[in-house]
Nanobody
Framework: QAQLEESGGGLVQAGGSLRLSCTVS?????????CGWFRQGPGNEREFVST??????GTRYADSVKGRFTISRDRNTVYLQMNSLKPEDTAVYYC??????????????????WGQGTQVTVSS
């Protein structure tokens, strides 16, 4: 069982940056989980943003954020560095985790554990 908690959201102007953090706690350390970031904007379905392997050796990104967002991790935290933010990045961002041996997942249904989400608002 894992518990995930996101932080770092907020209001930023277009072109600005934010760094989201996801702290993973529970009986196992976060390094045994593959993790991902998803987002859900107003009136939209939840969509994949990025994912990282349990050891950080592999990453994937949605085309819409490639070159602007960077996912990384250390012992118990997964980060999403978001640069050159656009108004269309406005959404609630969710962190997710699944057993590391399963590898990266690109769909919400691939993940077992979810955080409560953190709001990111980008003004034009």
């Amino acid at each position: 069982q894992a518990q995930l908690e996101e932080s770092g959201g907020g209001l930023v102007q277009a072109g600005g940056s934010l760094r989201l953090s996801c702290t993973v706690s529970g009986r196992r350390t976060s390094s045994t989980y593959a993790c991902g970031w998803f987002r859900q904007g107003p009136g939209n379905e939840r969509e994949f943003v990025s994912t990282i392997t349990w050891n950080g050796s592999g990453t994937r990104y949605a085309d819409s954020v490639k070159g602007r967002f960077t996912i990384s991790r250390d012992r118990n935290t997964v980060y999403l560095q978001m640069n050159s933010l656009k108004p269309e990045d406005t959404a609630v961002y969710y962190c997710a985790a699944r057993d590391g041996f399963l590898g990266m997942g690109l769909a919400g249904r691939d993940y077992t554990y979810w955080g409560q989400g953190t709001q990111v608002t980008v003004s034009s």
